[in-house]
């Protein structure tokens, strides 16, 4: 004998409104279930895709860092530095100063470079403790260096070379050239014969500003 639906769970006891929301909410927490399974499962696919880019970030700046070099120039071995970097990079020395002039300008050759020496004195002549910041700038179209040297005082016209054309006879520097270009600043134009590295730096006691150019 056949049995249907109501025999089983018997008329009377059974709610189907109860039944129909009951199920619906299986449903509805299934779908949560689902929901959330996904969301982790895409949070630690982010986590993981996080993790392997910061890795390769890593690595490329590690690249980075090796492909690194120095200012394109030469090692040169100069008696007061050792040996030192030859290079058309801007260079600057020195520190902010004031009420100093320049004495004279005097120029030399040496195996592998000719220099050029500025001797710093204070307005009084007496010698100078301090370097003034000085910059120097090469300007490759001409070719050229600047020298611009600051903390300048008193009458700059009285400076070496400031309006006059100065002619040098070497295989490196045609002339140099000196300037008043603002208040308490010199600066001394380089005319070079071809493109040369250089290094600028200085020596104390007395203070001199110390431009070494290539040959």
């Not at 025999?7 to 279930?33: R, T």
């Not at 689902?34 to 895409?42: G, L, V």
């Not at 008193?154 to 400076?159: C, H, S, T, V, W």
């Amino acid at each position: 004998m056949e049995r249907d639906f109501y025999s089983i769970f018997g008329q009377n006891n059974f709610d189907w409104k109860k039944g129909l929301i009951f199920f619906l909410i299986l449903i509805f927490l299934g779908f949560l279930g689902a929901q959330h399974f996904n969301f982790r499962t895409e949070l630690q696919k982010k986590v993981i895709e996080t993790a392997s880019l910061r890795e390769k970030i890593g690595q490329l700046e590690e690249e980075i860092e090796k492909l690194k070099l120095p200012p394109a120039g030469i090692i040169i071995s100069i008696p007061e530095k050792g040996e030192v970097l030859f290079t058309k990079e801007n260079q600057e020395i020195g520190q902010m100063a004031e009420n100093l002039k320049i004495k004279s300008i005097r120029t030399g050759e040496h195996l592998k470079f000719f220099r050029i020496v500025f001797d710093i004195k204070k307005l009084d002549d007496s010698n100078s403790e301090n370097i003034p910041k000085t910059q120097a700038i090469y300007l490759s179209e001409k070719p050229t260096i600047e020298i611009k040297i600051s903390g300048m005082g008193g009458d700059l016209e009285k400076n070496p070379a400031i309006g006059k054309q100065v002619e040098i006879r070497n295989q490196v520097i045609a002339s140099y050239f000196g300037e008043i270009i603002e208040e308490n600043f010199l600066k001394y134009t380089i005319n070079l014969k071809k493109e040369e590295n250089f290094f600028l730096h200085f020596l104390s006691d007395p203070a001199r500003i110390i431009l070494d150019i290539q040959k």
